[in-house]
């Protein structure tokens, strides 16, 4: 087995050929253990049967710990309307019952799909917990005043930012960011900086959401929650009765 140390040396060599190779050991070979035998995720003994109070039992669990520096980052997918799928990572910023919300540029590749195609996946894999939650719904693009609360929160540098950068453009240099930041640091140096209009809050209205818990044995806990109405059409048996309108069930791992 290889242990997490060992992970540092997992680097590129160039070899005199020119050619580059994955140096040291296989990549197919790491494996980590999981978790204890006893500790698994069972239908009739869950935190909760509500999805969203659930994750925000995870997600707590998750933010208490030191071995876990970001909880909130999530990777997103979406996709053209044609179906060419593309995934980044973005900071999931808030989360109720109505949903889970990140901002980002509206112009942007992601903004771009969002608009033809309202429509995500959301993943988030905290490592330290053996423990993964798969959000998938539909977007709803936030409005002007409730993008511009939060944006009203951010640091000014974070804001200057979102005015400096035209998200997945093309530029020709580093400089040509560096340059605009600086000019703008000095505009806004007295004033308040106003949410530009293309910097927006969305959020994912999720119609399923699996929680995934990693097992020593491999044999990993998958609990998947659907709306009701949605699991009653897809006639999809070995549901358990959920909380507000979820009904839940396992998926083979
Ligand atoms: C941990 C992490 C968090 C990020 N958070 C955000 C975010 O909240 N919003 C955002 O627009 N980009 C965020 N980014 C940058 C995106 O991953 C991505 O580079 C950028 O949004 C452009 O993606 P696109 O061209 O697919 O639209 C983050 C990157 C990382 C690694």
Redesign the pocket.
Known sequence: MISSGNLSKLCLRRLSTGTIRMADFSVAQLRVSYRDKGDLLIENSLESKNPFQLFDIWFKKASERDDVR?PN?ACLA?ATKSGIP?A????L?SFDESGFT????SE????RELDENPVAAMTIYWDALDRSVRIEGSVDKLGESESAEYFNTRPKASQIGAHVSR??TVIAGREVLSELNEKLEAEYADKPVPKPSYWNGYKIVPRTMEFWQGQSDRLHDRLVFERAEQAAEKQISGCHPGENGWVLYRLSP
């Open positions: 970001q980052a979406t593309s980044r990572f973005v900071l910023k990140f901002y980002t540029n942007s590749r992601k903004g998200q997945s």
